[in-house]
């Protein structure tokens, strides 16, 4: 996807204007952004899917029986919906990419974004007056009105200590006020893309409201330091700890001098900064699956020669639904292949293939090693064979 080709999803914009003037900076609404937007799922099925064991699926009641803004998690069942009132309610799946191959292919068109940003694509069925309440995410997301209509408010940047309503389950702020301007109905196909940190509020105006949430996600300070301190210290000797050699004599041995902090804080840092190695953990940590327990490793070991033979008869394979790929140059026409929280280093060209959208086929024996690697991530449960997939 080229960077400066206008695209009709970003209202006009190019990618490089967007991500310039607009991703992680402000909103943006973009009205039909997806023309004739035919949504791939109707709330029937979405309400089947969040029937589904397995799959995370939570029902927000804005006058629940035991009080405001009641959340219950999934799996449900036919009484729950039965029991609901005719408005003020919302149902809300994740991961329906996971499970809808209809859903997954709206992905291509984020392709301007970096696919191990993406979390996954939520999708929200509400009747009339249905909402989650005001709130603030920390991710970026863009919001597709899939069928009826949806009003959005915006709040503005929230500060990390605005007041929420306590009690609840959810995060709902105690006040929002909508800035002048930040007010439309959604129609199918229209877009709205928020930055985190921005108060919205989305309720549905009609009795068929599906909204699809592709969201973006981006690992907290806490969460990248201690995972990388975690990666990096398994691969660290025993032997290299903090040294003061050539110290002067403390004044007083009780205190803690400033010189041994600085010397604390050179060790530390000194020792994190190791790109090489931090390259090999970002690519793990940003592949890591949603969830872990849908990656279903091979029993057996597949034997490299046997996949050789299959793909050579045409077979193919495909990734798994849910599966993440990334790959990162090591020189040398090398690369890392990341899939699923794992890392292997092959030629670049055939990390490359893997991580795309091409296919899985023959032609990946071109280059050296595939066998092997194709036969590890298969084993893995990244991917499966095709004939084997289709249910
Ligand atoms: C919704 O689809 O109802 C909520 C989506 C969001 O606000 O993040
Ligand atoms: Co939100």
Redesign the pocket.
Known sequence: MSPDTPLAMLGGLTPAEFLGDFWQQKPLLIRGAFPDFECPLTPDELAGLACEEGVEARLVEEHGKTGPWQVSHGPFDERTFARLPEGDW?L?VQAVDHYVPEVAELLAAFDFLPRWRLDDI?I?Y?PPG???GP?V?QYD?F?LQGMGR?RWQLGGLVPDDAPIIAGIDLRILERFEVEAGNDWVLEPGDMLYLPPGWA?H?VSQSDDCL?L?VGFRAPSADEAITSFADYLGEQLPASLRYSDAGMAAPGDPAELDDEAVARMRRFILGTLDDPARLAQWFGRVMTQPKYADQLVANETPTDPAALVAALQEGEELVRTPGSRFAWHALGGGRATLFADGDGAECAQPLARRIASEAALDAELLAHEGAEVLLAALLDAGSLAWADEFEE
Do not use: F
């Open positions: 919302t809300l939520m929200s509400a249905g909402s989650v709130h995410d997301v919001l949806r919205h989305g909204t949430s």
